[in-house]
């Protein structure tokens, strides 16, 4: 096992190891590209949408994909473009905050959203 692999991302567990192109974490099961960035230059956390693209507060992105939404009978077809988003810590994976026409004030996890 090498020293040098880093910690894990989500528990940082310090027993990482390589698996092919991939590292693993053993603790918590997770399993990551070590090219892939999960922080900028100052430090931040760098959100990217379902194709790659990083995000930023103001942006405009068209979710990929139909979502339910409880208490709602259609849901959030896909293709429906959200303005002006708000990138946020959230619960559960839902890191963008931002208002839907129809639906209102609601949380999006940026993997079901693509950079317009």
Same mark, same amino acid.
């Given at each position: 096992?090498?020293?040098?692999?880093?910690?894990?991302?989500?528990?940082?567990?310090?027993?990482?190891?390589?698996?092919?192109?991939?590292?693993?974490?053993?603790?918590?099961?997770?399993?990551? %590209?070590?090219?892939?960035?999960?922080?900028?230059?100052?430090?931040?956390?760098?959100?990217?949408?379902?194709?790659?693209?990083?995000?930023?507060?103001?942006?405009?992105? =068209?979710?990929?994909? =139909?979502?339910? +939404?409880?208490? %709602?009978?259609?849901?959030?077809?896909?293709? =429906?473009? +959200?303005?002006?988003?708000?990138? +946020?810590?959230?619960?559960?994976?839902?890191?963008?905050?931002?208002?839907?026409?129809?639906?209102?004030?609601?949380?999006?996890? %940026?993997? +079901?959203?693509?950079?317009?």
């Amino acid at each position: 096992m090498s020293d040098n692999l880093p910690a894990c991302p989500a528990c940082s567990g310090a027993h990482t190891y390589e698996m092919g192109a991939l590292l693993v974490c053993p603790e918590c099961g997770l399993e990551w %590209s070590p090219s892939e960035e999960t922080a900028d230059e100052s430090g931040s956390k760098v959100i990217r949408d379902a194709v790659g693209n990083v995000l930023a507060d103001g942006d405009t992105v =068209t979710v990929v994909r =139909t979502l339910k +939404v409880k208490g %709602s009978p259609t849901g959030i077809k896909a293709g =429906t473009k +959200v303005r002006n988003i708000r990138l +946020v810590d959230g619960v559960d994976g839902h890191d963008i905050d931002c208002k839907v026409d129809g639906f209102g004030a609601m949380q999006l996890k %940026s993997s +079901v959203v693509k950079k317009a």
